[in-house]
């Protein structure tokens, strides 16, 4: 299943038009920021489809019943570009434990090669699982990423979750994931260009966010 934020008019929108902004984005501070606030408002969209139980909390004058989550969602934060995004979802989810992944682009290949080198991850084996990385563009990162954390045992649920997508990255995800997933999106993009970069996307969330690397 596939979530698209921006189907319907949002506050999101606001932040989304800001990361996208050639002007406005050359604020880092701004920038992560609004990956930030755009973070928070996918990680309580991602909220309402976890599961929850009842239980009661006594208040100064009666007791009353409120749905808490039943299990706190593993989230997993691919580096660096998925930093500000992710801890959007860290201000809602402040008991999750916390995988990180270091995945980059390798350079100078005629088709994308992503490179994975650094894993540290709790158990994910049947707990909801949250991969977080703001830009979903061929997919190629986010299944091998997924694909090393579930070595040791499948989680409950999957939910990726992208600031923009890209449909062949969509695909990309469908064609290597055989296990039902969700996927969330504030903005479902175009294409991707010769370089493989989304369009109209927003450019490096990464260098946009922490400055160029070499």
Known sequence: MVVVINEKASIANHFLYELRHKGIQKDRAK???????LGQIMGYEVSKSLKYSTQQVETPLATANVELLSEQPVLVTILRASIPFFNGFLDYFEQSD????GEYRQEGTSEVSVKLDYVAAPKIKGRPLIIIDPMLATGKS????F?????????????FVSAVAAPEGINYIADHLSIDYTIWTASLDEKLNEHSFIVPGLGDAGDLSFGEKL
């Open 31 to 37: 920038f992560r920021l609004n990956l930030k606030k």
């Open 142 to 145: 986010l299944i091998k990423a």
């Open 98 to 101: 916390v995988a990180f992944i």
């Open 147 to 159: 694909n090393q954390l579930s070595v040791n045992g499948l989680p409950s649920s999957v939910h």
